[in-house]
């Protein structure tokens, strides 16, 4: 009877789901951030030393150096100018590109792979890199960093467009089909109805991380504020870095709460 | 009812009357475009470089090389990852609204990640490397700081969503607030927050490969250099090296993250 | 076991909630609350564990006051007290067996916890609770995979892995069919006969609480209107708690 009983504890229970699996992806990751640490020479005495100077550092920048508002108000708009022109351009490009890649538009996939693979490639390179590679072929300016953002935008635009091309319902198409419309009425009367407000919005979107970008863009002579923050940096003249802080996180935050308000209003 | 509509007009008017004020400003202010009778010529350059890239750079037993630099990139943006992925831990608990019922701790957990997030990683770099010297070290806390923003608006916002009731239950069995928190919500948010994680890395990966710009390490050193040299078929080798390594990340980090959710 | 001592409740917006309760529930005992939606009954239960504070008075379980404990008295009274909810209140994506194990978290120090290290007995309480409410097979389930009544029998599996001395069970079968409301009910029968655990449910039909009850106390209003063994629990007494005669939606049908 009891031993009975026993046997029937034991076989009543399924075994426990094995979860070598769990300890080994656990045991790689831990792994890898060591084989990190030691490739870069990571050492938490050196962050142990670095942490006072980090201190002193958050003390000079405070307060912000009022007066230095008034002069960098000019590279401000600067940067401003160049996320609104770049991102112009860069949606400019990405509406046609996005009909080019989407698979329900265009149905001959030697069109769409080539444009989705060139779109992802694009969207492989940060705006920083785009910057400094067309610094080199541009010079000292803004112009450098209007193409690099153009660029850089058009990565972003596209890919959300053409995704949610693809997923735009199919009746207006069929009936264009039905009246017999060419290729370009097809795609004007039948998709570009469905998809303008979005595309808006993912412009507005695209604009938004632009001018956060834009502001960094100066560290490579590519225009706008960030020459200044190396210059600010490199005098040791922290109060007024913090000024380029607070300028440009204020200016950032507004621009993000009109986009935001705006692309509510579109949906 | 008419009105409403003439109303609607003015404001509609109002609206396009901006953005063409906004455009106007913008290009009436731009620079000419002036093509330097070099920018063909660094054009094709370019060009032919990606085209004939300096294989011998890709690996060099003695000195500094291609995947040494790939490799301190991807270290780079790993460690951020990691590093954030737990700080951003606290943030996320203290900014969820149904997790913290203290409003006023809510609202200024909820500024600081969004402070963080509108920094541009690139100035924390900066930041960095006047505290703790350059190199590789300040890329790191960078990004480790900088995706906290980002990671604990994502995290606080998931754990908004979660359901309750099982909080109840493990309160009523006498947990504290921490195993409370330990058994019912973080089973929940758990697959999601590897989801953000992993997310988070792959834009990680594209920060870390421009850090070096300013000199907060990777392959970014190298490639400015590169540029600055005009070694062409170098910067081919380097683009295509990283347009390699962030296209190889996306793929495996896409594929873990669907069979995450 | 249980003591009311003038236990009040008022909620902030001025309605009444319990109205000077004096009840004592002896150990053993199957109590079953009955009364009208918005009687008190749920704000009653939630008073004993106190996830829901008394205004007035005082409640003494096992001879320690709730009202008055703090801290870790307060986690010590709770661990004794086994809770059952009408939604079931498990951890949806956590499996059946860890949802168990949570029943005992009361037991081990906060970073244990937080590690997930429960010691080896306490897997086999857990092992041991789900097969008396004859569910081991389904231990490693994702508790989301389970029926409303497997899940309903899981919670009951938590009460039990928690050791409590006292159950409560807030309208444990208001959300499930005829068929599983019996083999929950039952399941509270056994648990209460055969390890002399005190019960304290929350019932809607009246019949379901006649079968299973050893007590019934009946609340109208926020006032204890009957409190007497199940057999003086007539239709009129019924009718009088419930303030007009039973309807159909009272009846269940699993007594018949």
Redesign the interface.
Known sequence: MRTAELKN?TT???A??KKTKQHITVLL?LL??M???W?????LE??M???P??W??IVQLIPPNWGYFSQITVPI??T??MA??GT?IGGLLAAPLSMLAARNVIHTSWVTIPCRFIL??IR???E??LA??F?????I???PG?FALALFSLGIIAKLFYESIESIDPGPMEAMTAVGANKIKWIVFGVVPQVTSTFVSFFLYAFEINV??A??LG??GAGGIGLY??QT?GFFEYDK?ASL?VY??AV??II?YVSTVAREKLT | MKRDKSLLIIRRVLVVIAVLAVYIWAFSGLPVLQFKETSMEVISSIFSGLLQPDWTYVYDPKGEDLLRGLLDTLAIALLGTFIASFLCIPFSFMAARNIMKNKAIVGTNKFILSFIRVFPDIVLALLFIKAVGPGAFSGVLALGIGAVGMLGKLISEDMEGVDLSAREALVATGANPVKTLMFAVIPQVLPNFFSFVLYRFEINVRAATILGIIGAGGIGTPLIFALSVRDWERVGIILLGIIVMVTMIDIISGKIRARLT | MIEFKNVSKVYPNGTRGLKNINVKIEKGEFVVVVGLSGAGKSTLLRSINRLHEVSDGEIIVGGKSITKAQGTDLYRIRRDIGMIFQHFNLVKRSSVMRNVLSGRVGYHATWKMVLGLFPKKDKELAIQALKRVNMPEKAYMRADQLSGGQQQRVSIARALAQEAKLILADEPVASLDPLTTKQVMDDLQHINQELGITMVVNLHFIDVARKYATRIIGLKQGEVVFDGPVENATDEMFAEIYGRPLEEDEIMGVAR
Do not use: C, H
């Open positions: 504890q009543g229970m399924p426990p789901p990751v890898l951030v084989a990190s640490g490739q870069i020479g990571f050492s050196e962050l030393s670095g942490l100077n980090m002193d550092l708009l600067e401003i100018r609104v022109v112009t992802n490639l492989t390179l940060p920083l890199l400094a590679i610094v080199a072929i541009f010079g300016g803004p112009i209007i956060r970008a502001a960094v560290l490579v923050y190396e940096l870095t802080i440009t996180l950032v935050l993000d």
